[in-house]
């Protein structure tokens, strides 16, 4: 089977990890795949072994040529291709196409028709990849429920839930003495982590969060990531006397955020809204219990009191309390994390993603 992925960009984001992941997972069966793209970062070329990628719509592409080489696949799977029509043409022009859907368009669409550029790309973008597709890849529960929602006359039958793969060579279980020791941590008796939402009522909450949880908890440091220097400066300019708390400006490496989780005891987001929420996944996928507020995808992946605890969005000072259950209960920390463990590598290990994506394309292929 020959399979050609499409995608905007590939890079650093999460799309793009989704499209790698799942690219490498089809590659060990012995698929043979190709990216077609318009940008690379150049550190993603190096890693990759056997996949082919294209470079297909830089400044004024061909859309003829781009059309013919993808025909020579059994079947194109894009990838947040919904600013361009070349969904809407591959699938007009006969090749079987699926289009993933990762719900990035889903937080504005109640303003789409408030704005031509919004009412434009419902129309003339979302709407006919939605149409025309042979499958829709929904990334979580949530956003196949979103899908029928904003896209009333979409045919259900084509939606397939598919969670987003973990890569077990990158993320996975180290021992927590150990990954504190490499990181210089092992003088804390708790870690807490937390990847920071961008927002800045999710900044203030962020203070409230840790200036409670240090009042309350002695010889324990809490990690945040921020993803914007505003956050970031301003996260860090109201807890600067706290000599516990470590700040870090942007995601470090791969290797980096595997060793932070996996030094942690307890992960927490207070995102409000997630199409998936890759790093709750990657938490559980090395082993840690999770605490978020039970909205959007975030509710689904967390099963309250199992792996976790999800509590009413906004309720900072609940997600506080639950954060400090675990903390002062090590056997219920540990089941919590056991339970995660298992639930992630039955859900998200990217052998399981492969294996349905692989039943995917079947379907369509023999449907054709």
Known sequence: MRIAFLIDRLGLDGVSRVCLTQSKGLASRGVEVAIFTKKVSSHILKSLDSINIFRVYNEGYNVRNTLRSLSEYDIVHSHYITLSTLGSLISLAGIPHIFHEHGHFFPYFPRSF?????????????????????????????????????????????????????DSGIFGPVKTEKARELLGLDGFQHIILSIQSPGRQNDYEYIQIVKTILSKQKNTAIIIITRDRYSYDYIKEKLKNLTSVIIYNNIPSDRHLNLLYNASDVYFTISRWESFGYTIAEAMFVGKPVIGYDITAIGELIVNGFNGFKVPIGRWDLLTNAILTLLNDEEIRKQFGKNAREFAVESFSLDIITQRLLAIYKEVVESK
Do not use: C, M
């Open 114 to 166: 408030k704005s031509f550029v919004g009412f434009t790309r419902y129309i003339l973008f979302e709407s006919p990849n939605i149409i025309l597709s042979k499958r829709i890849i929904a990334i979580s529960n949530f956003v196949d429920r979103e899908i029928r929602r904003i896209f009333p006359f979409a045919n259900v039958q084509k939606i397939r839930v598919v969670y987003n793969p973990i």
